[in-house]
């Protein structure tokens, strides 16, 4: 026979045992408890914003890939049913994923269509469905995903990275220095460890001689003490890719990302097996399939995580593992996110053991700020915030200005 808490204390109180005052207190106690119950809470999504946005940049951002001088974004805030609110941010970048900000809004509309009406902590299966309704498309559906995870963590009462294991609260990250001549690469250099940055990334991916004065340049301005990273942006071939490494060996670099086109797998082997220097998969790693096949194809030492490429929290973490069951490190990197899709990649930094590195810096060559709280940046180090969910808000002064899609 099956006895509730309830049953057992109206029998203990009806057999007399307790007695008086005892029995009068403990009915009287079983009453409010039932007065007091707190109703179910419904966690279910309501309301879903899409919300296109642009912002000016202090640089004009030049890489192998071309250039960019302003920031094209996408804020999508979701509601709940019972006023929780979870914020997420897509940065299309249509030379890497194929979107811009009026595909990511078009698609948006549709996959809000299918994550309105949902229980955010059936978050696997929303991810799931996203990726069946709209095969591609990583940063708009990495965008309802993180405001999903920033709900989930809200209700918890958890930041997302406890939701997710955290393995540390604190990280570094490098500052990148664009392609521009030796001369004004070296004294940016410069201003990146002014401001107490020990590690920088070096955009190359022109000519192996070009490159190797832009490094020798960087090299010679900062000293022997601060680490240095080189990103071609698969604008080598493989023939150049093994000159130029070969001449810049000398200068201490820590890895090469994507020195080769994105689909050249065995150039991208042939480029690791005749160079000393670590080769990190970047563009050529989107989901967890091109890890596998990196990996199979012995082409690749380290992966590049975006969250912007693998179109979520919940994919970095898959690539992140199937990495590290070949014993292989992890950067999580970033496009032009604000600290709003900057801080949830650094949730998931702080989740796994074996991304030991980080490339979160895109917010530096923004003009303003629309995120409150978030992560935050001092002498190159990441720190988290302590509060539940993603940790931060939007602006409601920034919100303001925007028109919802």
């Known amino acids: 026979m099956r006895v509730t808490r309830k049953g057992f204390l109206r029998t203990f109180v009806g057999a007399g045992l307790a007695g008086g005052f005892a029995g009068r207190w403990l009915e009287g106690l079983l009453l409010a408890q039932e007065r007091a119950k707190v109703p179910v809470r419904s966690t279910r999504i309501r309301d879903v914003e899409i ?125 990148t220095i664009f392609i ?6 070296a004294k940016a250099a410069k201003g990146v460890v002014a401001d107490g940055f020990k590690v920088i990334k070096i955009k190359v991916g022109e000519s192996p001689e070009k490159d190797a004065a832009r490094l020798r340049a960087v090299r010679e301005a900062v000293g022997p003490q601060i680490g240095l990273r080189v990103d071609a942006n698969q ?23 994507q020195p080769v086109v994105y689909w050249d797998w065995d150039g991208m082997k042939f480029v690791r097996d005749n160079v000393g220097i670590p080769i990190m998969g970047d563009e050529s790693v989107h989901v967890p399939h091109d890890v596998m096949e990196g990996i199979r194809r012995n082409a690749i030492d380290m992966v590049n995580i975006k969250l912007m490429k693998a179109g979520g929290v919940m994919q970095g973490m898959r690539i992140a593992q199937i990495a590290d069951a070949a014993n292989m490190k992890c950067m999580v990197g ?72």
Request: negative net charge; hydrophobic residues 40%.
């Open 235 to 257: 604008g080598w071939t493989p023939g150049d890719a093994v000159r130029s490494l070969r001449a810049i060996e000398q200068y201490g670099v820590q890895f090469c990302e």
């Open 51 to 175: 919300l296109p946005f642009s912002l000016a940049q202090n640089t004009v951002i030049h890489i192998a890939l071309g250039s960019v001088s302003t920031t094209d974004n996408v804020f999508v805030r979701l509601r709940t049913e019972d006023g929780v609110v979870g914020s997420g941010e897509a940065s299309p970048y249509a030379a890497i994923t194929g979107e811009t900000q009026q595909s990511n809004v078009a698609v948006g509309r549709n996959l809000a269509d299918l994550v309105r009406g949902r229980d955010p902590f059936s978050l696997a299966r929303i991810v799931a469905d996203m990726e069946a309704f709209a095969p591609g498309n990583p940063s708009i559906k990495a965008a309802l995903e993180m405001a999903l995870w920033d709900i989930c963590g809200q209700i918890a009462q958890q930041p997302v990275h406890a939701l997710l294991g955290t393995y540390r609260e604190t990280f570094e990250t490098d500052k």
């Open 334 to 405: 970033c496009m032009q996110e604000t600290r709003l899709g900057l801080t949830a990649a650094a949730h998931l930094v702080a989740s796994q053991k074996n991304i030991e590195y980080a490339d979160l810096d895109a917010f530096f060559v923004h003009m303003s700020d629309p995120i409150i709280g978030g992560m935050q940046v001092k002498n190159g180090m990441v720190s988290l915030p302590r509060a539940p969910g993603l940790g931060l808000e939007i602006d409601p002064a920034f919100l303001k200005k925007l028109k919802a899609a």
């Open 180 to 185: 521009d001549t030796p001369e004004a690469s």
